[in-house]
């Protein structure tokens, strides 16, 4: 039997290489998508296919439409938020209407492909209760950023319902791990390692006791290739067919920083500045569902996770300067 064909999107950047790391492991045949505008090319797997293409673009939409694919991951996005509050046309550009375009390509042209689409649950759920947020409760996302992931996750759900479109969203925590980089929304872990390289301060904004919800890449790659594969109910509305991907565990900035001195063998000093207005304060996912009905769970512990992205940023600088 052939084996199963995936595209995936952003497949030269952090989370994406991972992604197509693990499918190529599942065995499937991967397509990398990708315009190389924060992807790295050295990302790439030897035993991929690799288009550079704008998902905005005519090219891209035809990829879509004759790969002949079983599913799309799709995780190419501007995924800066400071950027989609600075230009939010911008972050809509890229993150909604380039959406749309491979969503048409795939409603016209590939009706059964797979949508498995990398959406936030760090920035999609407000504070109205305390965490861990479950997949149904309400959404308040604080910038362009969330509203253009809770938009397409409606038009997701518009697919599904009218044209019978088979999509999945993904709603991830804060992501980190090695390929990671400072832009993401995990982007302290990498700002961190790099400032322990460097024997400068640990920088943190407030008193540090804020939480977060941070997965593992290599974690966050496993719940793709599940939800690439598993058998799930119609798609028709919001919420239906959307996963948390994190750990449920809240884990602060000053836990984060500790973890890390601890992996780099290091003592350098933590300087607090003035928090950022607006930041939220407590998140964390609630992750049953994703257990439930895909069979995902974790695997990796922050503090080895940690440890292992310390080693990956590590390896990268005495690479870059042997
Ligand atoms: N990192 C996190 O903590 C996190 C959390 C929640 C959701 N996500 C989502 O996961 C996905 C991957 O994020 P990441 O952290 O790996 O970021 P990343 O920047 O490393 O990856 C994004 C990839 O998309 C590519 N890309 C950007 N714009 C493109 C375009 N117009 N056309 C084609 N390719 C384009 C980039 O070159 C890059 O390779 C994104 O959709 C992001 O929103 C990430």
């Not at 016209?108 to 959406?119: D, G, I, L």
């Not at 936030?120 to 308040?140: C, N, V, W």
């Not at 990498?190 to 540090?208: H, K, S």
Request: net charge negative; charged share 20%.
């Amino acid at each position: 039997m052939a084996n199963k064909n995936a595209l995936v999107t952003g497949g030269a950047g952090f989370i994406g290489s991972h992604v197509a790391d693990r499918l190529l492991a599942a065995g499937y045949d991967v397509t990398i998508l990708d315009n190389l505008s924060s992807g790295r090319r050295e990302n790439l797997p030897a035993a991929a296919r690799f288009v550079e293409a704008d998902i905005t673009t005519p090219e891209a939409a035809a990829v879509v439409r004759e790969g002949g694919f079983d599913v799309m991951c799709h995780l190419a996005a501007q995924i800066d938020v400071r950027r989609s509050m600075d230009d939010p046309a911008f972050d809509a550009r890229i993150n909604i209407i380039g959406t749309l375009n491979l969503m048409e390509a795939i409603r016209t042209a590939s009706p059964k492909t797979r949508v498995v689409f990398s959406s936030t649950g760090g920035a999609l759920y407000g504070d109205f209760e305390p965490p861990p947020s479950a997949e149904r409760l309400a959404k308040d996302p604080e910038a362009p950023y969330g509203i253009a992931k809770l938009a397409v996750e409606y038009y997701l759900a518009y697919y599904g319902r009218v044209h019978g479109i088979d999509t999945v969203a993904l709603r991830y925590g804060n992501v980190y791990g090695p390929r990671q980089d400072p832009h993401g929304e995990a982007g302290v872990v990498a700002i961190f390692c790099n400032r322990l390289l460097d024997t400068r301060a640990l920088t943190v904004f407030g008193d540090g006791t804020q939480t977060r919800d941070y997965v593992y890449a290599g974690d966050v790659a496993a719940a793709n290739v599940l939800a690439a594969g598993a058998t799930l109910p119609p798609a028709a509305r919001l919420d239906a067919r959307a996963f948390n991907i994190g750990t449920g565990v809240e884990t602060s900035v000053n836990t984060v920083a500790g973890s890390l001195q601890r992996a780099a063998g290091s003592t350098t000093p933590i300087e607090y500045a003035p928090a950022r207005a607006g930041e939220l304060l407590r998140s964390a996912l609630d992750t049953r569902k994703a257990h439930e009905v895909l069979g995902w769970s974790p695997s990796v512990s922050i503090d080895d996770g940690l440890a292992e992205t310390f080693r990956w940023f590590a390896a990268r600088r005495a690479g870059a300067t042997a």
